[in-house]
């Protein structure tokens, strides 16, 4: 690690130093944690907080998740990304991949700030909701998916993907770019919920996925830590990079949490109890 890396002050750094958490533009951070992570997972605004309405839990609720997720010009929804995407491969080693969640919202932006970022895109992975709320217009198919854009830095260098450990996660068959998860379950929210919370049984297979044990792994709009939460479930190092104080303060929490109720929370994810179990 770098002198200049050192020199950052985390907010947070857990006892077992495998999860620190830094306030902050990801911005102004990542340039200086250059070629320092295996991977990232970036989980950036989806500017689709327009005033409009929803349902949640049978509740006519607002779409708003707050100032940090509204934009309606295109150019500076393009701007934004790429400049963060910029940043973000910046930080990756040279044989580093980079996760992107978004939908139709920021989709397309996204995509094409990686190719313009000369990356090389990999998958586009679909995350199928079990439980998607119900469309509250009537006026178009119910919204049931989120994708994930999996791209690595480099034309010239392998990532990571464990390849085999999927095909037996997939029962023998390679596994495919279509995956079924339920929304987070009440058990994700005990120590607050982050208004874009991605469920954790996601966050594990993407990481079992696309890195291995003692990976640095980064978060650059970390929210509440889902990403590491998931990273150290899998013995995997966390940075998370977060703006809002209310987020970091539930991420501080759920990361003290997992302390004390590993085991409980490794039942209830089924890949997790997959990967421990192969390790044996």
């Not at 929804?77 to 930080?91: G, L, P, T, V, Y």
């Not at 996760?99 to 895109?121: C, E, P, V």
């Not at 709009?221 to 966390?238: D, E, H, Q, V």
Request: proline fraction near 4%; include cysteine.
């Amino acid at each position: 690690m770098t002198a200049e890396f050192r020199t950052l002050k985390p907010i947070f750094t857990s006892i077992d130093s495998s999860f620190s958490l830094y306030q902050g533009d990801c911005n102004e951070l990542l340039p200086q944690m250059k070629e320092k992570f295996d991977l990232i997972f970036a989980d950036p605004p989806y500017f689709l907080s327009n005033d409009g309405l929803s349902i949640q839990n049978g509740k006519i609720v607002s779409v708003n998740k707050g100032e940090w997720d509204r934009g309606n010009e295109i150019e500076d929804i393009d701007n934004f990304n790429m400049k963060w995407i910029a940043n973000a491969k910046i930080a990756l080693k040279s044989t580093g991949s980079i996760m992107i969640s978004g939908t139709y919202h920021n989709i397309f932006s996204l995509g094409r700030a990686l190719q313009k970022l000369d990356f090389k895109i990999l998958n586009i992975i679909t995350w199928q909701k079990t439980n998607p709320p119900p469309n509250f217009s009537c006026r178009y198919l119910t919204h049931s998916t989120e994708q994930i854009i999996w791209a690595r830095k480099s034309h010239k260098y392998k990532h990571t993907f464990n390849y085999e450990f999927l095909k037996a996660l997939n029962g023998g068959k390679q596994m495919r770019d279509v995956w079924s998860f339920p929304a987070i379950a009440p058990w994700e929210k005990s120590c607050g919920k982050h208004p874009t919370q991605k469920p954790l049984a996601l966050l594990v297979r993407l990481l079992l996925m696309s890195s291995n044990e003692n990976s640095l792994i980064c978060d650059p709009f970390s929210g509440s830590s889902t990403t590491g939460i998931a990273a150290n479930l899998l013995n995997r190092k966390f940075v998370g990079i977060e703006q809002e104080s209310e987020f970091i303060g539930i991420s501080v929490k759920r990361k003290k949490e997992l302390e004390h109720y590993t085991e409980s929370i490794e039942s209830k994810i089924k890949d997790l109890a997959f990967y421990k179990k192969t390790l044996l």
